[in-house]
């Protein structure tokens, strides 16, 4: 099982014809995390061709339009589809007001069930957590409250070292379960076959880190630590410093400064200013520091590794 | 001076790839007032290459999503841009509420002035008055409170006969707009000469009418009586005429009858059901009732006459 991130929409501010705001969608380990939802979203999603029946969480990292105005809509859409199985929608302190008023006078009715989980801490929070994945809150500094989200494979099963155990026919298929989870074989005749002789070492967890928006945070270094793939929002230039800060947002430059010291592997831009045309000026500035970067494509698929 | 009409969007319910949510950008005069404004009209007005600027009135038909989530990312857009003049939203009570909880949540704060002209009567009546254009209410019939919009040129100054006012070299400049607004000449020596003589006939005044949502309505015949363009909805062809009436929409056939017996010029209609493949059956179940029926084109500007 791999961990796929397609980029719906990684722009700032205003919607323009090929400018998406920001919206991501998130496959790890089977589950489909949408995060963030600019107005326009849900036609991403078709583009996409993402089935919105498998989205059952929603993440918003702060409520400024262009990170949630698509919200009310998409729901809207998923009733018309005929939803009835409950949504999760994770964000910040305010989200249910928002749109509970606006279904109430919209007179938006719905089949199913949404179970909000507003958000207010200043510190890291595990928010989700299955038998697979768990998500945790990165909180960041904007001009309204704003978090991230650290979502993590859990440690995955050993794999089946097939070769090795087809050499011993006392193990049957229902012993794989205890094989994969670490355990040793007892043979009938008393020996013992090491876990390690009939496994081998598991895929190892995949984590992802999406970052936006926020001013230059190094706080956030020890919670994105190794990450396999950072999404860092980088609204200008280092140039535009000033603007940054007050605008609480983050340079390409300090984009490159987070990954490098929080080791990740690999680190998305995005959340560009319309100011910019040719956006490779953003990876010229940050690959001085921390070569792996890359720019987002809308609407490709990237697999996590 | 002429009147132009282009729609953004024609489509009903869930937006996808090719299909917008209606909104439609009316140039009467040269004011430009938009009619709705469901999700993603602002990448919509852009593609039509509509100045966010030039608007300053906005007709909401009624609080379905469908035709009213594009306002907050709109209105969000003007702040952005600028925008310091104040903005009229014409729609019904509790578009207020609803806007206004959106901008506290998501401190979307604006430099200009939001005028809010709630409506709630069940008839019609007049809600813009200005020197060259009224506009007044339709009260539809839908699931929820719903008004159409008639959009009316006022009478026009008459055409200045140049050929005969040449003759007389006692009329001067300044009196062309008493000439214009149908004044007879007086000459030195005492000769009247009549209006008639000096102007031709004003150009005839354009109304517009749009009419969606709203179940089979005979009511609006006199209001819409006579006007050269109804854009009237028809969600469904007429065997489901059920569906139509349960749901609070028309049928194409219906939309016919209407445009019929109200003797309008020219028919669009509008607000498929997503479950029509070739909208051309649309057209041939209408026409037959009323030939001057038309289908929309997305983004396409139409000159009213």
């Known amino acids: 099982m791999s961990s796929y991130l397609t980029i719906l929409g990684f722009n700032s501010a205003i919607p323009t014809v ?6 991501q969608m998130l496959e790890m380990e089977e589950r ?3 995060i963030d939802c600019g107005e326009g979203t849900q036609v991403q999603l078709r583009k996409a061709k993402s089935k919105f029946s498998k989205i059952n969480h929603i993440f918003i990292s702060h409520l ?9 809509g998409l729901i809207a859409s998923f009733r018309l589809l005929g939803r ?3 949504l999760h929608i994770y964000g910040p302190e305010g989200i249910k007001e928002m749109l509970e008023t606006i279904f109430r006078i919209t007179e938006t009715y719905r089949g199913f069930e949404i179970i909000y989980h507003e958000l207010n801490k200043n510190y890291s929070e595990k928010i989700y957590d299955d038998s697979r994945v768990e998500v945790f809150t990165i909180p960041l500094n904007h001009r309204i409250y704003c978090n991230g ?10 794999h089946l070292n097939m070769e090795e155990i087809s050499k011993y026919p006392e193990i049957e298929t229902c012993d794989y379960q205890n094989i994969k989870n670490g355990k040793d074989f007892k043979l009938k005749d008393g020996f013992i ?5 009939l496994t081998t070492d598991p895929t190892p967890p995949i984590s992802y880190a999406f970052c936006s928006d926020t001013r230059y945070l190094e706080t956030i270094v020890p919670i994105i630590k190794d990450v396999n793939v950072l999404y860092h929002e980088s609204t200008f230039l280092h140039d535009l410093k000033e603007m940054a ?3 609480g947002h983050t340079t390409a430059l300090e984009a490159a400064q987070i990954a490098k010291a929080a080791n990740v592997k690999k680190l998305i831009l995005g959340h560009f200013s319309n100011r910019y045309g040719d956006l490779k000026v953003f990876t010229d500035e940050a690959r001085a520091i921390f070569p792996q970067t890359y720019l987002p494509k809308a609407l490709e698929t990237l697999t996590l590794e």
Do not use: I, Q, V, W
Not at 64 to 72: E, I, K
Not at 193 to 197: A, G, T
């Open 18 to 23: 090929n400018a998406s705001p920001t919206a």
């Open 32 to 34: 489909h995390f949408l």
């Open 64 to 72: 400024h339009g262009d990170h949630c105005f698509g919200l009310p």
């Open 84 to 86: 009835e199985k409950p």
């Open 149 to 158: 989200y650290l979502f993590k494979e859990k440690e995955k099963e050993r």
């Open 193 to 197: 076959l090491k876990n390690e002789k």
């Open 245 to 247: 800060d007050y605008t």
